[in-house]
């Protein structure tokens, strides 16, 4: 069984910084990509950033410049580190992560998510 565990987030007021990792664990062949995504009220998921297992980054053009993921692979985490937040950042953040099995199946895990809230 895989579990991501994330933590982070919470309250910030528009100009601030705030930070999420996410820590994955269980029974793992290997991790692959790995990523954060957000949920805002009554909007469709959406990705804000990704890296690879070999560190190459991807990013929303909303959030690049301000946000920065990076990832520990020793320690099976991720972080995202979110600067210069606008309350348009304001949503449920999940971590994402695709493992790889010894047969070589991909399977994609979800965090439970964690809600980052910027006030104006």
């Known amino acids: 069984q895989v579990q991501l565990v994330e933590s982070g987030g919470g309250l910030v007021q528009a100009g601030g910084s705030l930070s999420v990792s996410c820590v994955v664990s269980g029974v793992i062949f290997s991790i692959n990509a790995m990523g954060w995504y957000r949920q805002a009220p009554g909007k469709e998921r959406e990705l804000v950033a990704t890296i690879t297992s070999g560190g190459s980054t991807t990013y929303a053009d909303s959030v690049k410049g301000r946000f920065t993921i990076s990832r520990d692979n020793a320690k099976n985490t991720v972080y995202l580190q979110m600067n210069s937040l606008k309350p348009e950042d304001t949503a449920v953040y999940y971590c994402?992560?695709?493992?790889?099995?010894?047969?070589?199946?991909?399977?994609?895990?979800w965090g439970q998510g964690t809600q980052v809230t910027v006030s104006s």
């Open positions: 994402n992560a695709v493992i790889g099995q010894p047969w070589g199946t991909l399977i994609n895990y």
